[in-house]
């Protein structure tokens, strides 16, 4: 697991110099040992969940904290193989993906909104339902849907259901999208679970990422729901940002590679039309 090489990478110097140089904080002083490592890993996911999508380098973390390189090495190296924190590129720390699955979602003001129109215009072009979802932490929310035309319409997902990102194709779309420590940090977070998914397993789920991006968008059946598969895009801000994702789902028989084709074709018209300057 990526978290786990990165303790392994965690180079941890002379504790007892280190952090002995300075003198102890005077709330610290009556504290035990146990009370006192909470309070500075505390102190240090406060620094982590503020520093954003870029992070921080241990400098830094060591600056906006108040501690030494030592402690801040040493409660980074269980904070990672915990999750709660993940290392993005070689030097920077962010928040992990169970840190993230704590906070309060992300605000989506006019999310569900703007995403019906597309949503509409899909659905009209195939027929069958069509939904929008967004992430939270390592969990899918669907904010929206919109119900086709066919007389079969698959409707087992509603606005409201939470599922691990990646077992639908709208989350299979939105996790491919993101960065490989996101979406290795997904995996870890959502693994225990995976496996009430049509026997989803975390290989079987980085097989799917990589397929995704190679294709540009996700194709799934059998895992959210037996016998139905679906199709699912990405939606982006004008940044580049993955914000949230779109999907179509059908029975398996009503589901050609020809239609799975067109469907994601019409996806992407749909967002290019409607949605020109990103989500």
């Known amino acids: 697991m990526p978290a786990r090489t990165a303790t392994r990478n965690v180079r941890l110097p002379d504790i007892q110099a280190m952090d002995t140089a300075t003198p102890t904080p005077a709330a610290e002083r009556d504290d035990d040992p146990g009370s006192r490592t909470l309070r500075r890993g505390l102190q240090l996911l406060d620094t982590v969940r503020e520093s954003g999508r870029d992070g921080l380098r241990v400098v830094d973390l060591c600056r906006a904290a108040g501690l030494e390189r030592a402690t801040v090495y040493r409660l980074l190296a269980t904070l990672i193989e915990s999750g709660y924190v993940a290392q993005r590129g070689r030097f920077r720390y962010t928040a992990g993906p169970r840190l993230a699955s704590l906070a309060p979602p992300k605000a989506t003001p006019?999310?569900?909104?703007?995403l019906q129109p597309v949503l509409a215009r899909v659905s009209a072009a195939c027929g069958d339902a069509a939904f929008a979802i967004v992430r939270e932490g390592p969990i899918s929310h669907c904010i929206a849907r919109h119900v086709g035309t066919h007389p079969?319409?698959?409707l087992v997902i509603q606005v409201g259901t939470r599922q691990p990102l990646?077992?639908?194709?709208a989350g299979l779309a939105l996790l491919a999208a993101?960065?490989?420590?996101?979406?290795a940090g997904c995996i870890a977070a959502n693994a225990p679970a995976l496996g009430q998914y049509g026997g989803m397993t975390p290989d079987r789920m980085r097989i799917l990422v990589r397929a995704t991006r190679e294709?540009?968008?996700?194709?799934?059946?059998?895992h959210a729901t037996r016998g139905v598969l679906a199709v699912g895009m990405a939606v982006h801000a004008g940044d580049g940002e993955?914000?949230?994702?779109i999907s179509v789902a059908s029975t398996l028989a009503r589901m050609p590679r020809e239609r799975q084709q067109l469907i994601a074709r019409a996806m992407r018209e749909a967002l290019g039309a409607l949605l020109p300057n990103g989500l």
């Open 152 to 154: 079969v319409q698959i």
């Open 178 to 183: 993101l960065p490989d420590n996101d979406v």
């Open 166 to 169: 990646g077992v639908g194709a």
């Open 242 to 245: 993955p914000l949230a994702a």
């Open 110 to 114: 006019g999310f569900a909104q703007r």
């Open 215 to 222: 294709r540009g968008w996700s194709v799934i059946g059998n």
